[in-house]
């Protein structure tokens, strides 16, 4: 069982003013909801119709017509009227819950909601309110039994670990060409949709010979699974978003990550171990990164605890060898004295985006409060490291080939509401949306910027 993980986290919709604003000045059609029965727009058009047609009908023989062929015209009319303000109702509603603000202004007004008090309680006799309050208390209790749960399943998490330990070991002794797997290890049965033909399987064959003999002159076989890692960031979007392209020369050299769980008694935590082979880089064989846990209620908020939560990490420090740190660059910068008119060249060091900034994380203050920047990050720090101790670490062959990324695109366990809409469903809306103001989307929430 997975333990569950929370990240800092802000609200990200819009204020309600905005969204009485929106109503009567950005989106229009919303103050312009016609009451069936009023002659505006498609209906207001079949109306109009319907009593040219009814004139007519009067400038005939009225001998012809009894009172029932009359009846039976109106109620076509009514029908026919209702029929289409309905289905101009359902347009409009279409239109604006396509729109990205108004739901984000919904969503704050449903957020806004939450734990705020109804009137029913305070209407609840006095004896009643009592009892209420020792139900509370006995939420509290089943809060620290869950409390106690969820510390069995962490100690659960550490004994499988190690049984899970020596198949991770010959995983990375196969990638890091430390052991050959036998013909009979090596044999995988395909589905039945991948299967070919036995003449098919038979050409493929001798084309792979072939191919196996032109390789054997050119060069020696490869080495285990190269670049086994790196493929895997590669693939994974929450991991590749982190990389550049001077990260990926020093990725090549990474040649395991392991998670190790805290030991029996102590407080509960996890670290992530990342294994390099000598590289030009830096002289590190093993960079780490410890999260500290919490799985108690807190006392301040008890009825908030939904498990255990990561409330912190450190990194540890790079030997990077001369001029080769790459969390860091050089700028130059062209500075001109106002008195003398001269100009003078300055260098500077400044950070540098880099996957490796993920071993110095933001300090959390002992008071707990963060800058919205440090919180952002340590948001998608949390984020990361969940997925790597979740995901990535016990199923990492299947990021290689690409197998269990479909499977994680159907998880909404890992992204931020306020990014829940993707490119093209953005692009859609702005096209069925009139009203749309691209000004407006210019600047995205601060749990979507990349880091």
């Not at 399987?201 to 072939?210: L, N, Y």
């Not at 001109?336 to 500077?348: C, D, Q």
């Amino acid at each position: 069982m997975a333990s569950a993980t929370k990240t800092p986290s802000r609200g990200t919709g819009l204020p309600c003013s905005y969204l009485r604003a929106s109503a009567s000045e950005d989106h229009a059609p919303l103050g312009r909801l016609q009451v069936p029965g009023q002659s505006t727009g498609v209906a207001g058009a079949w109306n109009s119709a319907d009593q040219n047609k009814m004139a007519d009908i009067d400038n005939k023989d009225q001998a012809e017509m009894d009172q029932a062929d009359m009846e039976d015209v109106e109620e076509v009319e009514e029908e026919e009227t209702g029929e289409d303000v309905n289905s101009k109702a359902r347009q409009l509603t279409v239109q604006m819950m396509q729109n990205p603000q108004i739901l984000a202004a919904l969503q704050e007004r449903l957020d806004g909601l939450v734990g705020s008090p109804s009137g029913y309680m305070e209407s609840l006799p006095k004896v009643v309110k009592r009892r209420v309050n020792a139900l509370k208390n006995l939420q509290v209790k089943c809060a620290h039994i869950e409390a106690k749960f969820y510390e069995e399943v962490h100690e659960l998490e550490r004994k499988y670990a190690a049984l899970y330990q020596p198949l991770f070991d010959k995983r990375s002794e196969i990638i890091n060409a430390a052991y050959e797997p036998t013909d009979e290890e090596c044999e995988w049965k395909a589905d039945e949709e991948e299967e070919l033909t036995v003449s098919s399987q038979e050409e493929m064959k001798e084309k792979a010979k072939v191919d196996e003999e032109k390789k054997d002159e050119e060069k020696e076989d490869p080495k285990g699974v190269p670049e086994f890692w790196l493929t895997v960031f590669k693939n994974v979007d929450l991991l590749s978003d982190m990389l550049q392209e001077h990260d990926e020369p020093i990725l090549k050299h990474l040649k395991d990550i392991k998670v190790k769980f805290s030991d029996l008694g102590q407080p509960m935590n996890f670290t992530l171990e990342f294994y390099f082979e000598c590289n030009d880089f830096f002289s590190n064989e093993l960079l780490v990164k410890t999260y500290k846990m919490r799985s108690e209620p807190d006392e301040s908020d008890p009825f908030a605890f939904d498990g255990p939560e990561i409330m912190g990490c450190t990194g540890c420090q790079i030997d990077w060898k001369k001029g080769k740190n790459i969390t860091l660059k050089t700028i130059k910068k062209k500075q001109k004295h106002k008195g003398r008119g001269t100009v003078r060249t300055v260098t500077k060091t400044v950070p540098n985006d880099s996957f490796f900034n993920f071993f110095t994380p933001p300090e959390v203050p002992e008071s707990g409060e963060l800058d919205e920047d440090s919180e952002a990050i340590l948001a998608a720090d949390f984020e990361i490291g969940h997925f790597l101790r979740e995901r990535i670490v016990p199923r990492a062959v299947l990021y290689f080939t690409g197998e269990a990324i479909e499977d994680d695109d159907d998880d909404s366990v890992y992204i931020n509401v306020s990014c829940l809409k993707q490119e093209g469903e953005e692009e859609a809306d702005e096209e069925n949306d009139p009203n749309y103001d691209p000004k407006k989307d210019a600047n995205p929430p601060p749990e979507c910027k990349q880091q």
